[in-house]
């Protein structure tokens, strides 16, 4: 019989997001709040006997060679030595290039499945680091707990947030990260703050310096951000497009979405989790198998 193992790829968002430096690399130092949201991809995987890895459907605009799914399980073959091969099946629900993460939380779900499915028995810190290869995201996901990051968001502290009701809008533009951090008037300065701070202050004190950039490069992305604030207070994830609202209620969020009403514009609601998803049913399945 073939174990098919239907795991999940949830969304993250950044509650804030403090540009504090730039790197001689290029990569920017950053200081960020990861939650998850209980909404994202879902992955089926099955072993393949005869080496080949194979992934449906294709993504359209991204190059099976360029996927980060293939390059996750191409990497982890070559650092495991493993020689066996997978059926992938990607339910994608997360918008590219949305600042959910999606790319990158696909990747971790495929090196934690696939460690998982072939008995490779790596533990999570080496995935995390495997996972940095592939995007400085990759390693939060792999992890699975809401975190305060560092570095350029690899040096992860875990933390317990709020998990408030979140509205999230895709204004229907696709932004390219390295546009935003290559964009010569960004916010690269912003002084550091301390954990204890920002968890103590709060929202008060959380921003996302990405947003005054993306604004102008992307109008779309400001007329929706100025549209949502109107409800409740709003913030840019990641580099965008998406933006989010946070909700004491379903209700709200229910009410929110009923109004967006913009054929151009994609919304859901979802709730923040401290813990992942995904962690969530590699856990379950440990617990039952024992
Ligand atoms: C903006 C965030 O989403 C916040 O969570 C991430 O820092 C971006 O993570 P990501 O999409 O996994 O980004 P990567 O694929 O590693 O990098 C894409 C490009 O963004 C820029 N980049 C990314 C992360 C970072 N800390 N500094 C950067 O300058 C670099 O130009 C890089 O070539
Ligand atoms: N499996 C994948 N899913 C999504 N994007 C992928 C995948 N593989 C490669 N990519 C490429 O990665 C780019 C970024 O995708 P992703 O969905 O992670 O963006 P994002 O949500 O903006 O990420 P981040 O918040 O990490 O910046 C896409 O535009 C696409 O070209």
């Known amino acids: 019989m073939t174990t098919t193992l ?7 968002l950044n509650r804030l997001l403090h540009i504090t430096g730039r790197r001689a690399d290029g990569y920017h130092e950053l200081q960020t709040l990861f939650q998850f949201l209980d909404h994202g991809d879902t992955l089926s995987l099955s072993p393949r006997d005869d080496g080949e890895l194979r992934l449906t459907p294709a993504l359209p605009g991204v190059a099976a ?10 990497l982890l073959r070559e650092e495991s030595g493993c020689t066996r091969g997978a059926d992938i099946h990607l339910q994608k629900r997360l918008p590219m290039g949305g600042g959910l993460g999606g790319g990158s939380s696909d990747a971790a779900t495929t090196l934690l499945g696939l460690n998982e499915l072939w008995g490779l028995g790596l533990s999570r810190e080496r995935l995390a680091a495997l996972g940095l290869r592939l995007g400085a995201d990759v390693p939060v996901f792999v992890h699975g707990h809401a975190a305060w990051a560092e570095g350029i968001g690899e040096r992860l502290t875990p933390v317990e947030l709020d ?5 999230v809008i895709h204004p229907g533009v696709s ?21 204890a701070r920002a968890l103590r202050e709060g929202p008060a004190c959380w921003h996302n310096d ?8 992307y109008p779309p992305v400001a ?23 946070w909700l004491t209620n379903e209700a709200d969020a229910d009410s929110i979405l009923r109004r967006l009403g913009r054929h151009d514009w994609q919304g859901f609601k979802a709730r923040g989790c401290n813990r992942s998803p995904l962690h969530a049913v590699l856990e379950e399945r440990a617990t039952s198998a024992s």
């Open 163 to 167: 998990t408030p009701w979140f509205v």
């Open 175 to 195: 932004v390219a990260t390295p546009a935003v951090f290559n964009a010569p008037g960004l916010t690269r300065h912003t002084p550091p703050i301390t954990m």
């Open 210 to 217: 990405c947003e005054a950039t993306v604004r102008e490069l």
């Open 65 to 74: 060679a360029d996927n980060l799914i293939l390059r996750a399980a191409r």
């Open 223 to 245: 007329e929706a951000l100025d549209w949502l604030a109107r409800f409740a207070p709003t913030r840019l994830t990641g580099t965008g497009a998406c933006l989010f609202a």
């Open 6 to 12: 239907r795991l999940p790829a949830p969304a993250k």
